[in-house]
């Protein structure tokens, strides 16, 4: 598993991304998601994601359904139109991030 100090500027556009491919989301399903795809190298808290979302709820780029299970709710979250542009912002900026990182980390030996 990687440190939470690696992992803490990708997990919005992480969940982001979850959201953007999927019609939509509940908190612990995204957890679950988060650490398949990533055969456990990012396990993402609660306490990491719920703050997130709700920001990202309050700036509008998600939207929230509650569903009732019995006694129980359960909210949804998915990506508005406002937040599709978003989603491919953050993939660019993230992406660009990556490559950079990559000048630096795999660096190959160049003749001068």
Request: hydrophobic share 35%; net charge positive.
């Amino acid at each position: 598993m990687y440190s939470k100090e690696l992992t803490k500027g990708t997990l919005q556009p992480i969940i982001l991304k979850l959201l953007s491919k999927s019609d939509k989301m509940y908190g612990y399903e995204i957890t679950q998601k988060v650490k398949d795809l990533t055969r456990g190298k990012i396990d993402i808290s609660e306490g990491a994601l719920y703050p997130i979302l709700h920001k990202l709820e309050a700036d509008g780029i998600l939207d929230t359904e509650k569903v009732y299970i019995g006694k129980r709710v359960r909210k949804y979250y998915k990506v508005t139109g406002t937040g599709k542009k978003a989603v491919q912002e953050v993939t660019d900026e993230l992406n660009d991030f990556i490559a950079t990182l990559s000048l630096i980390f795999n660096e190959k030996q160049i003749a001068p």
